[in-house]
């Protein structure tokens, strides 16, 4: 693997598991935040989700072309990291087993399935039993099977920070942009932000790590100072569920250009269904929470301070594989139009 500009490339005789993703200026978003929305479509990703690059990376730096052996790749996640993780083995020809908790829906098991999944194996309540069954259980058996994390390492948060050199590249006359919003569930998409705004000379451009009350770990940890571990998660976003986020991720929110945004579930639904609508996009709630500050004054407010017309703001599409029409529906009729205080850290 050679690096290019910044970013990772994958050597000649390898595939890459994860492709270019537009980035859409929203003149519906844009009027309604009074600034120039931009979006990074990475519910475009072949997984669905902005985890193709991280993983994607992750295992190119792991697996040679030229070996002639082909290692079993193991994921512990029901979410977008499992249906990465799939994606990218198929395309760089491995099989792979997922493991979820027994929490996780229908829906997703059938994608991990019909992405191509070796296996998928239900194991205990949590992601944590998930995973501790992994390790113990299934790696214990197959001494040369390859374990990817969900978002905690080095190489993952490279791979995801190739997104800021594509949207380096796709802003008008290579402007770099005023803010950029991002999600944050573990830390990963988040990491790759920062680390690719570090390397482009851009750690100067605002960043809102957003997440929804019941899933803010980044936020109660800004809050203490230290790392903090949620008992549980509440949110019904669960692609943001990790009840602790990395060292690297506290160290990135404690920056002066970093504010953590925490907004309610409603808010999160809010913002999937007015996407729909303004840009025919379906995004799961991760998503929807970072498109809901566009709307009524909520970015400014965030801010502290008003944008100009002029002001770029990109906003990271991180995923769209969990969420139906059905489930956009039941969300508008669950949360309908609410007011509510932003809480705010940073």
């Given at each position: 693997m050679t690096v290019q500009n910044g970013s990772l490339a994958p050597s000649q005789k390898q595939e890459k598991p994860w492709v270019e993703t537009p980035l859409k200026e929203s003149s519906s978003l844009s009027k309604a935040a009074k600034c120039r929305v931009f979006l990074k479509l990475e519910n475009l990703q072949p997984s669905g989700s902005f985890k193709s690059r991280g993983i994607g990376n992750y295992l190119l730096a792991r697996l040679s072309p030229n070996s002639g052996s082909t290692?079993?790749?193991?994921?512990?996640?029901?979410?977008?990291?499992?249906?990465?993780?799939?994606?990218?083995?198929?395309?760089?020809h491995h099989p792979c087993t997922v493991i979820v908790p027994l929490s996780t829906k229908p829906l997703m098991i059938s994608k991990l399935r019909?992405?191509?999944?070796?296996?998928?194996?239900?194991?205990?309540?949590?992601?944590?039993?998930?995973?501790?069954?992994?390790?113990?259980?299934?790696?214990?058996?197959?001494?040369e099977g390859i374990y990817v994390p969900p978002f905690d390492h080095p190489d993952i948060w490279t791979g995801n920070a190739t997104m800021m050199h594509e949207i380096k590249e796709q802003m008008p006359h290579g402007e770099k942009p005023d803010v950029v919003i991002c999600s944050v569930g573990g830390g990963g998409l988040?990491?790759?932000?920062?680390?690719?705004?570090?390397?482009?000379?851009?750690?100067?451009?605002?960043?809102?790590?957003?997440?929804?009350?019941?899933?803010?770990?980044?936020?109660?940890?800004?809050?203490?100072?230290?790392?903090?571990?949620?008992p549980g998660i509440t949110s019904q976003a669960t692609s943001l569920g990790a009840v602790r986020v990395t060292g690297k991720s506290l160290e990135y929110g404690l920056r002066s250009n970093v504010k953590s945004i925490v907004l309610p579930d409603a808010e999160a639904a809010m913002g999937c269904w007015r996407l729909a609508d303004d840009e025919r996009l379906m995004v799961e709630m991760a998503s929807g929470v970072n498109v809901a500050l566009c709307y009524d004054g909520r970015l400014d407010k965030v801010l502290g301070r008003r944008l100009g017309k002029g002001s770029k703001v990109v906003i990271v599409l991180c995923g769209g594989s969990n969420v139906t029409v059905d489930m956009l529906m039941k969300w508008k009729q669950e949360f309908g139009m609410v007011e509510t205080e932003i809480p705010m850290n940073g």
């Open positions: 290692p079993h790749i193991y994921s512990s996640s029901g979410g977008n990291a499992g249906l990465a993780c799939v994606y990218a083995a198929r395309t760089l019909a992405a191509g999944a070796h296996d998928v194996i239900q194991r205990g309540a949590t992601w944590a039993e998930a995973d501790k069954y992994l390790r113990e259980e299934v790696l214990a058996k197959d001494k988040f990491n790759g932000v920062c680390e690719g705004l570090d390397a482009l000379g851009w750690s100067d451009v605002q960043v809102l790590a957003t997440e929804t009350e019941g899933a803010e770990s980044l936020a109660k940890s800004v809050l203490a100072g230290e790392l903090v571990t949620l």
